[in-house]
């Protein structure tokens, strides 16, 4: 019996496409977008790579190779990123970023600050990482600063379960990108395009035993957190209980969070 050879554990087979394990692959719910007038650059914390599941993959999947860029870093110097500051000069560029001059993004879209005769389209970053992390790449490229700043409102819930949001209101980044798109694109089906997958990887995570979370708001308005809170968020926090007034009323609370 000492002489018999143990077998190697079987190497689980991953897919080339999505990096996923074959049986989670979720390439048959990707639907390519042929054609995209805007295109979308992807600021990734470096942080974010140490993540199985990261949704860039589905944009980079989803979305045309000419209209999808991701640089990964915590800092991008011209010199180091040349690529990322000429497409910034090709056209005009937008940051979603929730700043305190940003700009609602309406159903309608928005509209651009050059004349439609000039307008080619706009690059939209999206800061890809925790909300500490997408701070933290805000605060280290002051060109960021400088950039026109749009924000979403009225959202509705994260369709990504399987990952712990500050907020209620707080999106992945494929799914920010979703509506973002599909409203300047004018293309409401670009949504359900980029979220689709999303709701694949969700499924086949619960299936397997993962659970559902809530954001951390829900689950300190409801008692149900268990982590101590920082002094300024537990004041704060105090303060709109004493008032019976719903934590989310806080102003930036997803910076608090």
Avoid at 84 to 106: C, H, K, V, W
Avoid at 108 to 119: H, L, R, S, V, Y
Avoid at 140 to 157: A, D, Q, V, Y
């Amino acid at each position: 019996m000492a002489e018999m050879l143990v077998e190697p554990p079987t190497k689980r087979v991953i897919c080339s496409q999505c990096q996923r394990p074959e049986p989670v692959c979720f390439c048959s719910d990707i639907d390519p977008i042929l054609q995209l007038q805007n295109h979308l650059i992807i600021l990734q914390h470096p942080n974010e790579l140490k993540r199985c599941l990261r949704t860039t993959k589905i944009l980079e999947l989803s979305i045309p190779n000419d209209n999808y860029h991701l640089f990964n870093g915590k800092r991008f110097p011209m010199k180091k990123f040349p690529e990322l500051f000429d497409l910034i000069e090709q056209r005009e560029t937008i940051l979603l970023y929730p700043s305190p001059m940003a700009e609602s993004l309406g159903i309608e879209g928005i509209q651009p600050n050059k004349n439609d005769d000039q307008f080619i389209g706009f690059n939209a970053i999206i800061l890809d990482g925790t909300w500490h992390q997408a701070r933290v790449l805000y605060n280290c490229n002051p060109f960021l600063h400088s950039l026109r700043c749009i924000k979403l409102e009225s959202t509705g819930r994260s369709q990504y379960v399987i990952r712990t949001q500050p907020t209620e209101a707080c999106l992945s980044t494929v799914e920010a990108a979703a509506i973002l798109f599909s409203r300047l694109e004018n293309d409401p089906s670009i949504h359900d395009r980029l979220t689709r997958p999303l709701r694949a990887i969700c499924d086949y995570q619960l299936n397997m035993g993962a659970v559902k979370h809530q954001s951390k708001e829900y689950l300190i308005t409801n008692g149900l957190y268990q982590r101590p809170l920082n002094r300024r968020l537990k004041k704060k926090v105090d303060q709109q209980i004493v008032n019976n007034n719903p934590i989310s009323d806080l102003k930036n609370l997803v910076h608090l969070l």
